[in-house]
């Protein structure tokens, strides 16, 4: 049961940081201090994992019976999926 919140704790902390890291791309776009086109291609290299993390994450809330935070996960998921 702990190595299984460990490892929650470490997939949570990668998407984080790869959210953190779109958030401080997004506003060096926003301040004109880098082009679209490097910005877009810094941030399509993460999209992938970010979208592996976030599955697994819901797989471990899934499992965990953490059912109201797996729901967020799966509509969060779904949107990125459809889009």
């Not at 919140?5 to 004109?32: A, K, R, Y």
């Not at 965990?64 to 729901?71: I, N």
Request: proline residues 1%; aromatic residues 12%; charged residues 15%.
């Amino acid at each position: 049961e702990e190595e299984k919140e460990e490892l929650f704790i470490l997939l949570l902390n990668f998407v984080l940081v790869i959210l953190n890291l779109f958030i401080i791309t997004l506003s060096d776009l926003e301040c004109d201090y880098i082009s679209a086109r490097s910005h877009f291609s810094k941030l399509n290299k993460w999209v992938i994992p970010e979208l592996i993390g976030l599955t697994i994450v819901a797989v471990l809330m899934h499992v965990s019976l953490q059912w109201f935070l797996f729901l967020l996960n799966v509509q969060l998921l779904l949107e990125i999926y459809i889009s």
